[in-house]
């Protein structure tokens, strides 16, 4: 069975500091590039960053650069989103996604999706 599972989120105060990840079982993580998305309760799904399969290449949406490092681990089959600086408008669910090689804006073209990982930032 092809899965992605996340964890790592939590509630923290605002910046405050939590480390996503993303772990595949069922298939090698080598030859796909792996989005992160979140949505807030009432708000569509939006990407916040991307890294390509061979980790030469991310990207961030604005309001997260700076604050956010997303990075991969090949030999663990594992992608992380390192959430810094934490705001609480970052408050919602994480998903990551999987898509054959290089990234899109496009959720629609992402093929695996994991079932998210809650992350709230409150004092």
């Known amino acids: 069975q092809l899965q992605l599972v996340e964890s790592g989120g939590g509630l923290v105060q605002p910046g405050g500091s939590l480390r996503l990840s993303c772990t595949a079982s069922g298939f090698t993580l080598d030859y796909y590039a792996i989005g992160w998305f979140r949505q807030a309760p009432g708000k569509e799904r939006e990407g916040v960053s991307c890294?390509?399969?061979?980790?030469?290449?991310?990207n961030y949406v604005d309001s997260v650069k700076g604050r956010f490092t997303n990075s991969r681990d090949n030999a663990k089959n594992t992608v992380f989103l390192q959430l810094n600086s934490l705001k609480p408008e970052d408050t919602a669910v994480y998903y990551c996604?999987?898509?054959?090689?290089?990234?899109?804006?496009?959720?629609?073209?992402?093929?695996?999706w994991g079932q998210g990982t809650q992350v709230t930032v409150s004092s």
């Open positions: 890294i390509s399969s061979s980790g030469s290449s991310t």
């Open positions: 996604a999987a898509r054959r090689y290089s990234c899109s804006a496009n959720i629609g073209g992402y093929n695996y």
